[in-house]
């Protein structure tokens, strides 16, 4: 799909499918705030929740099913909100329908159906795009671009933490249950927030050669299911690295740090400190605030590429489905006790 709207012609045309995930009311509000996107059709399984959401936007309409929207030729974009065991059946829909696509995270339930996702989206040339903000996060785009600039130097140890209460919060008890069931969700608390973090370091370090992890079941509030995990990740590159993701945990101060040869960096209360000889000013004793300019990313990504802005921070897809598959593996690796490859 080439074809681009000029943010001064007529706006977006947007369908939402599946109004059940936790980011739903976020978008939900983003989107009635822009006036250069018209949400004109919306389903969910559930009709009365498709009801409620349709009421925030004027004039739009609550589809039968999935393909009504698929065959409205007046729908330029579709986000799907729904459960991640949907998106392997809906996204090839779409994507054949010549619809642009947000995703939300994770884009699959694990390495195969991500890697049909992708196959599809990339087959239809529609655009893409997921919730990984890191991609527009002034601090992790700046160390990127420090990475590949070698003020690290060699790197030898990194880490990133992506932590909540949700559990002891009980946030998943009754409208938002499906995330933690695994049968809809396909992953736990490790999966669910994890997926952020892993994509960052791949977007930093590169492909992964052997995963692991040590994943719980926490406080156990949610049967059958995830809430706390360490995964330990050697990257191809030879780095080493861990990260964390949990819903048991009252703060998360500590967000990231990378530790290398020649330079070194945490963000620490969101905070970022950064050490190299290789940069002027940069002790690590204060805050570093030299920084990209923030970027849209996620949904609000997707509607500026339709339009034909730069979008830095789009998520390739064959990046999305990757990150399914190293998580994957980390699973597997826990489950088997043992090292797994993506």
Same mark, same amino acid.
């Given at each position: ?16 499918? /599946?109004?059940? !995930? ?37 004039? +739009? ?61 990339? %087959? ?16 992790? #785009? ?112 500590? %967000?990231? @740090? ?5 330079? !070194? ?15 002027? /000013? ?23 590429? @339709? ?9 390739? #897809? ?5 990150? +399914? ?13 043992r090292w797994a490859t993506p």
């Amino acid at each position: 799909m080439s074809d681009s709207i000029s943010a001064n012609e007529t706006p977006v045309t947007l369908a939402f499918v /599946g109004c059940s !995930h936790i980011h739903f009311p976020g978008l939900r509000d983003a989107m009635a705030r822009r006036p250069d996107v018209q949400v004109t059709a919306l389903w969910d399984a559930d009709p009365a929740k498709a009801e409620a959401a349709a009421s925030h936007f004027p004039g +739009c309409r609550v589809a039968s099913d999935p393909t009504t929207i698929a065959g409205d030729a007046s729908v330029a974009a579709v986000a799907l909100l729904g459960e991640t065991n949907l998106h392997d059946s809906h996204v090839p829909i779409f994507a054949a329908a010549g619809k642009h696509l947000f995703v939300e995270k994770p884009i699959g339930i694990g390495a195969d159906d991500a890697r049909r996702i992708a196959e599809a989206i990339e %087959k239809a040339g529609v655009l893409f795009s997921t919730g990984y903000y890191h991609r527009a996060e002034p601090k992790i #785009v700046f160390l990127r671009e420090q990475i590949q600039a070698g003020a690290f130097g060699k790197i030898t140890r990194a880490r990133m933490s992506n932590c909540h209460s949700g559990a002891l919060g009980g946030w998943f008890d009754t409208e938002w249950r499906w995330m933690a069931d695994p049968g809809y969700s396909g992953v736990g608390a490790f999966g669910d927030l994890g997926t952020h973090v892993l994509d960052a370091l791949l977007w930093m370090l590169g492909p992964v050669k052997l995963a692991t992890a040590r994943i719980s079941a926490g406080t156990a509030r949610y049967p059958d299911c995830d809430e706390t995990g360490e995964g330990l990740l050697e990257f191809e590159n030879g780095v080493i690295a861990t990260m964390t993701a949990a819903w048991d945990d009252i703060d998360d101060p500590v %967000k990231l @740090i990378i530790s290398g040869t020649e330079g !070194h960096a945490t963000i620490f209360r969101g905070q970022l400190y950064f050490q190299s000889a290789h940069v002027e /000013g940069a002790d690590g004793k204060t805050p570093w605030t030299t920084l990209p300019d923030p970027s849209p990313w996620g949904l609000d990504a997707l509607i500026e590429a @339709i339009q034909g802005k730069p979008t830095p921070a789009l998520c390739p #897809v064959r990046d999305a489905a990757y990150a +399914c598959a190293v998580m994957e593996a980390m699973y597997k690796g826990n489950h088997e006790n043992r090292w797994a490859t993506p």
